[in-house]
């Protein structure tokens, strides 16, 4: 990847304009200028300020044209009006990059409007670009270029290391840099990306993966706005070796997105992040604290090719205290695997006698070094675990060079990853054991957290980029017009009848079902416009009468004028699939467990769409109705391979730009060698 001029402006300037910087060293537009003295910047900075001379003891400029160069970075202190005279002032220079401290735009009412519009004329422009607004500002600690007003950053003896983070909240960035310094993790680079108007996460990121001290990157989220370059960032850092890490706001049922279909509310805003950074290939974590523990795991934990639980061996020194962990990573989904007799064979041939437990735990012998030293070895080397747990007792605190020094001796050697998970308050031997890479845990929940995220962390598996959505006015389709929109999947065979006509001779054969055929009645069992099981004629007409009643009845004054007749299917059960375009992350192909019981159960998966052939095989494996689908307690066989073509069918539907949400609810799952068929859809389109 090519670097542009401005990604060097942005993080490694070698000049900084400070504009509005303020005289007073404590307030938040004088910060920058004393932290990047007592940081030691080597670059040029120039304080502006129109209303005085000095500044902080240093000469003043009354604006960018009165310096003698153009920088590269301008960091904007001022209010918003005065922000945006200076961007377009940076715009007539020449300046690549600016940061922009003040609000004062899209939240700020009719002036936020107006601010805003001008703000985005200037990006448009394309000769200059612009962090923010509302950005506190960014840190380099390798080149002690502090450029921000986070009051945290006056910490001294910043810690500097390997890890760049982003943030979209700017008091963040200090609070993950003040909690690291504390656990012995060292930053590379800090930014707060603030609007995201011009340059958003993934482009700031995007700048630091060719910086030789970034060894990896922690995001913290609020939102999956621009998520095309998120994606396309994440990929390359993927390629490079460069793990990535998310801890995500928004996991309660509050801040889901719900739409008229069950795949709507099925694929909210937070399931939908979910499944969009596990295609990235971003290992999210559920804890703030597991965003900054779980780093040093993702170094040694590689990412895998194909969806796996994570198998993980246990040693352990206190039986509580791995008790305590054991429960955390079995609600993680993660598995806890008994020591092989081969495995137990080896811990014998060291001395190291134990019983016959899911986990080792070595009491009081696990306090002597060599027991311990023993047990990490052959833990590493056994072929049934992908991650080994130490879970260290009081020792820890009072005598580390027994119980934790084995672990730092041999971080380095071949095996397994492992982890440590220390059940004391032992913050010396946490100290070492981070400065050593070792991945360090202090609490149960965030090491389940850590090490579920690590071990399901997968390289990035994303579809291509779909084709964007024409523009127009939204549609429901009629249940007959959806049908013909799938005319790729296998339906059950329908006829359209006038409600006030004779019931014709069918296509098909008895029993059928009557349903009402109009479009703003998408939910048809609500309205009680649904009659099964009629066997003749004159029971259709009966069922034809009833169902034009009841929607009467329903929603008054709305007259029903056509009914859709479908033959019945009795299948080994029913699903859903859905295609919904997610205004974020793009289309998300849903398949979940079917009927009027969808939103009951939630029992669905989630992949971006489209997806292959091996892939929709996958999302079947995953669900947990799947097994009464497939034969199980002396139930039919269904044709499973029928359903994941289905489910790749609905995902092209990708492709097609009007789509804007597709939904097969239900799919009847027949018996094995009769595919299956779908008995009732939902389509959305743009005109």
Known sequence: ????????????????????????????????????????????????????????????????????????????????????????????????????????????????????????ALIERGRVRVLGPSSIGLANLHTGMILTANAAFAEPDLP?????????????????MSRGKRKGLGFAGLVSVGGETDLSMGDVCAAALDD?????????????????????????????????AAFKLGRSDAAAELAQSHTGSLAGADEVADVFLKACGIARVASFEGLLEVSPLLTRVAAATTPRQGRVGVITTTGGGAAMAVDQLAGQDVEIVPPSDATLARLAEKGIETGRNR????????????????????????PEFDLVLVCVGSSARFNPDLAVQPALDLINTPGHPFAVFLVPDAPHATRQLAAAGVPVFEDPETCADAVAAALQRQVPALPPMPPERAGGVGRTLDEAEAYERLATLPVAEWVALDVNAPVPDLPFDFPVVAKVLDASIPHKSDAGAVVVGIETPEALAAAMAEIRENVAQHIPGHAVTRVLVQRMHKGVGEVLIGL?????????????????????????????????LDGAREMITQLKVTPTLNGARG?????????????VAVSALAGDTDIIEAEINPLMVLPLGDGVAAVDALVDVKE
Not at 102 to 110: L, V
Not at 163 to 173: K, N, P, W
Not at 595 to 611: C, H, Q, W
């Open 1 to 120: 990847m090519a670097a542009h001029p401005w990604q060097k402006a942005l993080l490694t300037p070698g000049s900084i304009a400070l504009v509005g910087v303020s005289d007073d060293a404590g307030k938040t537009s004088g910060r920058p200028l004393r932290f990047l003295r007592a940081a030691g910047f080597g670059g040029a900075v120039y304080a502006v300020n129109p209303t005085r001379q000095t500044v902080q003891g240093e000469r003043a400029f009354a604006s960018l044209s009165d310096l003698p160069v153009v920088p590269e970075h301008a960091f904007i202190l001022t209010g918003a009006d005065r922000a945006l005279e200076a961007l377009e002032e940076c715009e007539t220079l020449g300046v690549p990059v600016a940061t922009v401290l003040a609000t004062g735009f899209a939240e700020a009412g009719a002036a936020g409007d107006a601010n805003s519009a001008r703000l985005r």
């Open 160 to 176: 500097k290391g390997g890890l760049f983070v982003a943030s979209h909240s700017g008091s963040l960035i200090g609070a993950l």
């Open 212 to 244: 030789p001290a970034v060894t990896g990157f922690l995001l913290f989220l609020e939102h999956m706005g621009h998520a095309d370059r998120l994606r396309a960032f994440a990929e390359e850092a993927a390629r490079r070796g460069k793990p990535v």
């Open 359 to 382: 986990i080792l735990d070595l009491t009081l012998a696990g306090t002597r070094y060599e027991v311990m030293h023993g047990a990490i070895e052959v833990f590493r080397h056994a």
């Open 580 to 612: 919904r375009r997610d205004p974020q992350v793009g289309p998300i192909v849903v398949l979940a467990a079917g009927g009027i019981f969808t939103e009951i159960y939630r029992d669905s998966v989630m992949r971006l769409a489209p997806v292959d």
């Open 635 to 647: 139930r039919p066989q269904g044709d499973l391979e029928a359903l994941a073509r289905a489910v």
